[in-house]
């Protein structure tokens, strides 16, 4: 079990729901034959949704919540070896499966993943705070809020605080 902070604001289905992945995350095109396992997965955390919200034959911008393109291609994944056995989907696959309790020794690189890109102290996280209050819009960068969606974190007022706070900023006012 890990002991690293790890505290997503949405949960693997509520991610599906807001359009992730462009539709095909499990998809026949995405990756490799899906197992028997992840099968018994996607029924348990997906059973009553459209299936063209994950399992799409075709990766397509229209299905994320921000209507473009975000991520990189299976190959690339492959290629940066960001994959364990367990999970030959990535790092979603290993959060759906984190998200109903399973616990395994791959845990606590998945979340020092995790919070390098949108932890407290995560870059996308950080950089998309930072234009938002220099800015004072919300609807900014919608391709660093894409793909903090596919890290299973959305923005929001709270955290927006908490980084005026840790960098001695005057927080805006009103949003956008």
Not at 104 to 117: E, L, P, S
Request: charged fraction near 30%.
């Amino acid at each position: 079990m890990s002991e690293l902070e790890f505290y997503p604001n949405i949960s693997p289905r509520e991610m599906i729901q807001e359009g992730v992945f462009g539709g095909a995350y499990f998809g026949p095109n995405a990756g490799p034959v899906i197992s028997i396992e992840q099968k018994k997965l996607i029924k348990e955390l997906f059973y009553d949704m459209d299936k063209n919200l994950y399992m799409a034959k075709k990766y397509l911008p229209r299905r994320n919540k921000f209507k473009i393109r975000s991520g990189m291609p299976y190959e690339y994944w492959l290629k940066m070896n960001w994959f364990d056995k367990r999970d030959p989907y990535g790092w979603f696959e290993w959060y759906c499966k984190y998200s109903i309790g399973q616990r395994v020794k791959d845990d606590n690189r998945q979340i020092r993943r995790w919070q390098k890109f949108t932890g407290r102290n995560g870059r996308w996280r950080n950089n998309i705070y930072k234009k938002i209050h220099y800015s004072n819009n919300w609807n900014i960068s919608p391709r660093v809020q894409q793909s903090l969606l596919h890290w299973g974190y959305t923005i929001n007022r709270e955290d927006y605080s908490l980084w005026c706070m840790m960098n001695n900023r005057v927080e805006n006012e009103k949003e956008g």
